[in-house]
């Protein structure tokens, strides 16, 4: 919302100096966005003339000019609009002017190749309305005598613009915000002085309210002025107009907006003798279509609040008003409209139609109900002055009797919510101020809600009310106290921050990258989870919530390849959806690990990474998050974006239904088709949902602390076993053979190939075994040798490996 | 006795000579050996008379154990001479780089995560989580952002359905919804977490982070909202000094609203936080609205209590001194293991928020 001061000031009477009126103003909940005076930057916009222009040598589309811009100074300016032309009046912005659309500082610079000495100016780049294909075009017959002049009018008008919350509609005009002020001690409310205007005859054009289900319109006021001249308005309400960015049109368009501006109380102007018959306010019918002011064609929905005539719709109530009655400088009859519509009906219509005006940023806020006729006397004894015509009697439809709410509001809930304490009498002086009507009865005020008020409606209401009036600087600072209710963390959480922390100490960076991903990428991965689609994305390719971390982190890593990064360790903790209800998501590190291990090392020669590595991360990060490694166990399944061969999932415990992990190299299809150009690429990933509760309390995990002295033996072992058998399968026999005296088992070699049968492999694997009892002689180890050799034969069709 | 004294004084001056190993083996021999000259004083002991033999003999002893310590010392003397001379042909080039270590890093939101749970956890607060997929009911209705609230205009949803019931969130507040359905008060939370808006520019992004607050009890008021903000502001900035600022605001879920505002200026183009006459807006706030306890069945005449958000990476750029929200989600390299904090800075009470 913007205004200028001195506006502010017809309605405020105030000593207050104007920095104090902006503290106020945010003081009081309407926040300042800007503060600025206008003139000094706009000083710089001369009006100009073109006295040549030519093709620019290097562009088709660009055109170097000469303008003239007064006391004999010509300037080159290069151009690209398709009107720069000899001999029009336009607008020369020079080097350092600040353009007020964009806020670019112009600064001469070369263009193509030819030097350009400032700009030439669209309506749209100066604000003055959206108006961007071409440059501004000036009327000859105003404008020719005043090359070199400023184009703005010097005025010193400062101009404030508020941010105004959606629950101030009363705000959205001048008075209202000087109503706020005057509350806050910043100034005197001036009251409304109307000359008496003659009304002569009565509005004769009909107007009715249909029945209709869900009308969206309850009173429609409105009077007919007869015999108007319209023109331009009057420098007064031009630069009213001006000063606020606003585009003057003609008197009558600008007094409209002028009231709307002022009072909030927005109004339409129709040219009545474009009217055919009478005016009915009803619903629209699915397929009716009418152009809008804003010279579009609208194909409507049923039950839309339309203003029609009997040839069809005139305008979309509230909304926009149609070409078809729309006022023209020849205008002779006008009937202007004062009405109200409800705001949920207004929303609906515009977000349909996607529709975005004044007037519809208004009534969805909701417009007083009860300014049906200050806006029609305001505007018609304005019209009367500027542009003469006899003003009917008022005709006011009403569906619906609006009546001020009333509420009670015991004075003690003001210092329960804030905490301190405001005296009764300067309470009631505050709701006073802001339009309410207060009536006392022992600690209980009788409140009557002011009608531009829809935001209030019950007690807390007030409370807010007294509050940001008197001023949030008077709330007192409590410390706060440092009692607990309950753990900061569950488990669940402690997990997480545990889980972050340990896989980056394993050297890997953490990212954050979005929970959407392209649904082409997400598909490799997806898995047999249903694809969420996003129905409004940001980007086609951020259609889908992601199924899997690893479309993303796939994706980031081949663009850090592509930056010329070879040895890349990411990883991310966050969701990945299976569904798309609340809830149906799951928590997962994913990690991802691409190039070699000791590239260009002086002492250590290089290899690329390999699925050891990332087991040797994964495995770790467990151990580190408190499970038991001896419990581990390791399947070969793995989802299909895995290679096949050379990935694997980790469970708790072999009884375990579901992996904590998987881990693996990507799938080289995959890699091929994103196009990932490095010498290893694997991954792992950890659902933490599936981490089952590690109870056991600190004090319990710890066991008894036993130790052997006696002598450790060795054995190494070699077996040949089926090409496909298992080493865990291997250590799982020995183990348990005997958990007493076998203390640790040592895969030390893998071989196949010469002396080794086809389809064979030798595991050697070394033993220590130790007694907590007694040194072993040669006899017991040869004892123990032999088992092993036994069982592991009988157990795996295994052979001892002579 | 002359003798062996005459040899003691002899070899005692020749052990001094620079040897090498074998030389004192040599006189080891000559000394010790079979035919040894100390060895074969030792076989006239027999021959001598009785009152000789004993002083002699005691001499002789001693002389042995002074020779034997003297050719002892002397080995490892060289000994270790010889280690010495080996271990200086030995030298490396310290210089050589190390063998690499891959420095892992956690991301910032995680780490200003982590510093927020820290301060919050110090006053009493527990951190809930929220799904990130949410139903229009508790992203807004349940928020008193009724359908057709020109208040649901400021966010920019993003919408899994056509009817538009299931949304991605759009604020963490839809936690404070569920923790009060799912809990008695006094509630004392924190939430942080992903939101999201479809809109994308410099300071926007489609996805950011939010922490959610909520305190409810029989008597909380705005001073106690003023108190836990202030506290958290001034831990979080680690500056004693900084300027703050409430104004009222309007968001349907509280009443009345408030936005927190801290003093900053700007040196060398850079924002500095404290006590510079600028403002800047860090979060949103006020006092639960009865119509939302009402909602999820707290007893507004019984208890109330605040609620606020703050935007995490907001925070974490003005701390940090990161200029561009976007590149917090765009995974580069050389900004991660830039704006990375080392895994093992885990920010605590007792051991302070950053290094």
């Known amino acids: ?525 997806k898995e047999n989870l249903k694809e969420i689609k996003i129905v409004n994305p940001i980007s086609s390719d951020l259609d889908v919530l992601r199924n899997s971390i690893f479309s993303n982190l796939a994706f980031y890593l081949k663009k850090n390849l592509d930056r010329g990064f070879k040895d890349i360790s990411l990883f991310e903790i966050g969701p990945i959806f299976k569904n798309n209800q609340p809830g149906e998501q799951l928590t997962v590190i994913g990690a991802i690990k691409s190039g070699k291990i000791s590239r260009l090392n002086w002492n250590e020669k290089d290899r690329p990474v390999d699925i050891f590595d990332v087991k040797k991360d994964l495995i770790q990060t467990l151990i580190e998050a408190g499970y038991d490694k001896r419990n581990f166990f390791i399947r070969d399944k793995s989802p299909t974006y895995y290679h096949p061969g050379k990935s694997g999932s980790v469970y708790l415990d072999k009884d375990d239904i579901d992996p904590v992990a998987y881990f693996g190299e990507l799938h080289p299809n995959i890699v091929k088709k994103l196009d990932i150009k490095t010498e290893g690429i694997v991954c792992f990933e950890i659902y933490l949902e599936y981490l089952k509760d590690n109870k056991i309390k600190l004090k319990d995990q710890k066991s008894n602390f036993e130790y052997s002295d006696y002598q450790k033996s060795e054995r190494d072992f070699a077996f040949i076993v089926d090409k496909n058998y298992k080493a865990q399968d291997l250590i799982e026999i020995i183990s348990s053979i005997d958990k007493n005296l076998i203390r640790s088992i040592k895969i030390f070699d893998i071989y196949e190939g010469e002396n080794i049968p086809d389809g064979k492999k030798s595991i050697a694997l070394n033993v220590t075994i130790q007694s907590s009892e007694k040194t072993l002689e040669e006899n017991d180890l040869e004892k123990i040798n032999k088992l092993i050799i036994s069982t592991v034969e009988t157990k795996s069709g295994a052979k001892i490996r002579s | 006795m002359s003798d062996i004294k005459k040899i003691r004084d002899e070899y005692l001056i020749k052990l001094d000579n620079n040897l090498d190993t074998e030389s004192v083996n040599q006189i080891k021999t000559q000394l010790f050996g079979k035919n040894g000259q100390i060895s074969n004083s030792f076989k006239t002991l027999g021959s001598l008379p009785n009152d000789e033999r004993k002083k002699f003999a005691s001499d002789l002893n001693s002389i042995k154990d002074e020779l034997q310590e003297k050719i002892n010392t002397k080995l490892q003397e060289i000994e270790i001479k010889e280690i010495n001379s080996k271990l200086e042909n030995e030298k490396l080039d310290v210089t050589l780089p190390e063998r690499e270590i891959n420095q892992g890093k956690i991301h910032p939101v995680s780490q200003v995560i982590d510093e927020i749970s820290s301060i919050f956890s110090e006053i009493g607060f527990s951190v809930e989580e929220g799904p990130d997929v949410e139903n229009e009911h508790y992203n807004f209705t349940a928020l008193n952002t009724p359908d057709n609230h020109p208040a649901r205009d400021m966010h920019d949803t993003f919408y899994l359905d056509n009817n538009k019931e299931i949304l991605l969130r759009t604020h963490t507040s839809p936690v404070q919804v569920r923790t009060m359905l799912n809990g008695k008060p006094p509630f004392k939370i924190i939430a942080p977490g992903r939101t999201y808006r479809s809109d994308s520019d410099q300071t926007h992004s489609p996805m950011f982070h939010q922490v959610e607050g909520l305190h409810i009890d029989k008597d909380i008021n705005m001073g106690h909202l003023k108190g836990c903000l202030n506290y958290f502001i001034k831990s979080f900035f680690e500056i004693d000094k900084i300027k703050m600022r409430f104004r009222p605001s309007h968001f349907p879920f509280t009443e009345p609203s408030a936005e927190v505002d801290i003093g900053y200026e700007l040196k060398d183009g850079k924002i500095v936080i404290g006590e510079g006459d600028k403002w800047l807006e860090i979060l949103g706030c006020g006092m639960v609205h009865p119509n939302v306890l009402k909602n999820v069945n707290v007893n507004p005449h019984k208890y109330q209590g605040y609620a606020f958000g703050i935007g995490i990476d907001r925070l974490g750029m003005l701390k940090y001194g990161i200029n561009d929200l976007r590149a917090f989600f765009e995974t580069d390299y050389r900004w991660l293991n830039h704006f990375g904090f080392d895994p093992l800075d885990v920010p605590s009470n007792y051991r302070g928020l950053s290094r």
């Open chain 1, 1 to 525: 919302m913007k205004f200028t001061l001195s506006w502010l000031k017809e309605h405020l009477e105030t000593k207050h100096k104007d920095s104090q009126i902006i503290n106020k103003l945010t003081g009081v909940g309407l926040e300042v966005e800007s503060f600025e005076n206008i003139s000094s930057d706009l000083d710089n916009f001369k009006v100009a003339k073109i006295i040549n222009a030519e093709q620019h040598p290097n562009a088709d589309r660009l055109r170097v000019c000469d303008v003239d811009i007064g006391q004999q100074n010509i300037v080159k300016v290069v151009c690209g609009a398709p009107n720069a032309k000899k001999g029009l009046l336009t607008v020369y912005a020079g080097p350092g002017s600040v353009i007020p659309k964009n806020n670019m500082k112009l600064t001469v610079s070369k263009i193509r190749g030819v030097t350009s000495y400032g700009m030439l100016c669209s309506e749209s780049e100066l604000k003055l309305s959206d108006e961007s294909e071409g440059i501004t075009e000036l009327k000859p017959n105003k404008y020719s005598d005043k090359i070199g002049k400023n184009f703005f009018n010097n005025n010193t008008e400062k101009v404030v613009d508020l941010s105004i919350t959606p629950n101030r509609p009363d705000c959205l005009g001048v008075r209202g915000i000087a109503r706020d002020l005057a509350a806050a001690g910043a100034g005197k409310l001036k009251s409304i002085s109307h000359k008496n205007i003659k009304k002569n005859g009565s509005q004769n054009i009909k107007v009715s309210i249909t029945k209709d289900k869900n009308q969206g319109c309850t009173i429609f006021g409105s009077c007919l002025i007869k015999g108007v001249t319209n023109k331009e308005s009057p420098k007064w309400l031009k630069e009213k107009m001006e000063s606020l960015g606003q585009k003057p049109i003609s008197a009558i368009v600008d007094i409209t907006n002028y009231v709307m501006l002022d009072l909030n109380r927005p109004l339409h102007a129709y040219d009545a003798d474009k009217i055919d018959k009478e005016i009915i306010v009803r619903n629209s019918k699915k397929g009716e279509t009418f152009e809008a002011l804003d010279n579009k064609e609208y194909k409507l929905e049923d039950g839309m609040c339309v203003i029609s005539d009997q040839s069809g719709v005139l305008g979309l109530g509230g909304v926009i008003g149609g070409t078809r009655s729309g006022t023209e400088f020849k205008t002779k009859n006008i009937l202007l409209e004062s009405a109200y519509f409800i705001p949920r009906s207004i929303r609906k219509t515009s977000k349909l139609l996607n529709i975005d005006t004044d007037a519809k940023f208004r009534f969805e806020r909701g417009i007083d109900p009860h300014s049906i006729e200050i806006g029609l006397l305001k505007a018609s004894q304005l019209i009367e002055e500027i542009c003469g015509g006899k003003i009917s009697k008022f005709d006011i439809q009403k569906m619906k009797q609006y009546k001020n709410s009333e509420i009670k509001f015991n004075i003690s809930l003001f210092e329960k919510i804030t905490g301190f304490k405001v005296k009764e009498n300067e309470i009631i002086k505050i709701l006073n101020d802001l339009g309410f009507k207060v009536s006392k009865k022992k600690s209980v005020l009788n409140l009557k809600i002011p009608s531009w008020r829809p935001d209030i409606s019950q007690p807390i209401d007030i409370v807010e009310e007294v509050v940001r009036i008197k001023g949030y600087e008077n709330i007192e600072t409590i410390e706060p106290e440092k009692n607990r209710l309950k753990d900061t963390l569950n488990k669940q959480q402690k997990l997480f921050h545990f889980l972050q922390r340990s896989v980056a100490s394993k050297g890997y960076l953490e990212t954050v990258t979005w929970s959407f991903t392209d649904s082409r990428i997400n598909n490799f991965f």
